[in-house]
């Protein structure tokens, strides 16, 4: 997938706003702005395409009192000047500012490609046709629709589809070592110089880290984001500096002009939890990185050693200290379910969910500050899905905390999303200390804590529930 991808011009004046908020030790990170580094500035609206046509010699016209004959077509010849040509200049100099900041040296090359939207969407309804991608948003469907993120009827590829088709303003593909820039004018305006230095950044990356280890199948999902915040993470700072000592406000403007035509619909479309688990490896992981900066000095020397130990979960993106001093998540031990599910069902997916995913889910309905604190003391979970085949799921998720008071912590913030999520009327059908069964119209749920780990169960009915509940007696 093109895990390597820039956003799109709705969410860059954020991304560069916070980047921006995180240089503001901007003479330590880029220098004094040097004279010759003006700001080519950018024409207020987009460039049709430019073609030159040249014709050759006119036809005389007839003479009136001749009889007209038809004449032969007039050849003509067009020469379309590539983009990536027409902004050599720019692309050199946005090079040069990303070497210089990012002190990584090319060790080759990086070809730019420019796509419009329409070849973007055509190279990703491709991949998403792949069948190791197409397995993948299944499982990831599966899963959003067990946590009520997203509802049963809804078309999750086509949503996944149509949101990254309009998000994805540039990517790096490590197999290629090719950059890929989205712009429908041969112009690159301020927007598309930013995510330039964003992807330039991510080639430097390649060439001295090599990031297709960062993109494999070996990791937890937990894992994965992490990584990722950390290889997103320094290129949104590498992007924020770029912006901050290179764009002007009346391009910034411009910027938000050309942002509030974007539509709204598909993205709106998604849940919200979608979008923080989204926009995590940029926004967060681009204050992780800063926090690497500035432990190692003001100096890229912790940057560059997180890639040979890079974080390893999403708190310790969240919290860099827990990084620095390498807190380790636990491993947390889960039964298998084919005995007390029976032969209808079949596990389809079985992973972490981490800090990150926790936080998304009570975000589905709680504010930020209770849910962030409930996620809070996180340190390690496990969860497995399983379905019947006809729509029903059985979710179970294990997790482990610092300590029981941040294992009660979090039992009742799930209890208060419990009871504030959009599930019909629920009855409290057991409501013990540290254990309790909400049953709503076709599903029952189970909470419970028992010392510092908590266990949630949401199946399709109580009898259901109470069959898995049996596999874990701790409880």
Known sequence: MLILAGLTLAVLCVLGALAAVVVRNRELLVGAPEPEQAVLQSTPSPSPPLTFTSTLTPVPAPSPTATPTPRPPTPTFTLVVPPEFINRDKIAEITGYVINIRGLEPLRD????????????????????????????????????????????????????????????????????????????????????????????????????????????????????????????????????????????????????????????????????????????????????????????????????????????????????????????????????????????????????????????????????????????????????WSDGQGAHVLVVRSIWDAPGEAAQFFETFTDYLTRRAMGVPELTLNEPGRRVWEYEGRATFLARAGDQVLIILAPNRAVLDRVRGAFPEF
């Open 110 to 385: 990086v070809p730019p490609i420019f796509l419009t939207q329409t070849q973007l969407r055509q190279r990703l309804e491709t991949e998403y046709a792949e069948t190791r991608i197409s397995s993948a948003l299944d499982r990831e469907r599966e899963l959003y629709v067990a946590m009520d993120l997203v509802g049963p009827a809804v078309d999750f590829r086509e949503i996944v589809l149509d949101s990254a088709a309009q998000n994805i303003a540039g990517f790096y593909v490590p197999d290629e070592e090719v950059l890929y820039l989205i712009a429908e004018s041969v112009n690159m305006f301020a927007s598309e110089e930013i995510v330039y230095a964003h992807e330039y950044t991510h080639a430097l990356q390649d060439q001295h880290f090599g990031l297709a280890r960062f993109l494999g199948d070996d990791m937890n999902a937990d894992q994965a984001i992490a990584a990722r915040a950390l290889v997103e993470g320094d290129a949104t700072l590498v992007m924020g500096a770029y912006q901050f000592t290179e764009v002007t406000d009346s391009e910034l403007q411009y910027m938000a002009y050309r942002a509030s035509f974007v539509e709204r619909e598909v993205i709106d479309a998604v849940s919200p939890s979608l979008g923080v688990l989204t926009f995590f490896p940029y926004l967060q992981g681009s204050y992780f990185v800063y926090t690497l900066w500035v432990d190692a000095g003001f100096r890229w020397d912790g940057v560059n050693a997180a890639y040979d130990d890079p974080p390893i979960s999403s708190e310790q993106v969240m919290h860099p200290e827990k990084y620095l001093v390498r807190d380790v998540p636990q491993t947390v031990p889960l039964p298998d379910l084919a005995p007390v599910l029976g032969e209808s069902w079949h596990e389809i997916d079985r992973d972490v969910l981490g800090e990150i995913g926790l936080l998304a889910w009570l975000l589905d309905h709680l504010d930020y500050p209770v849910a962030s604190e409930g996620a809070a003391g996180w340190d390690g979970d496990i969860y497995t899905l």
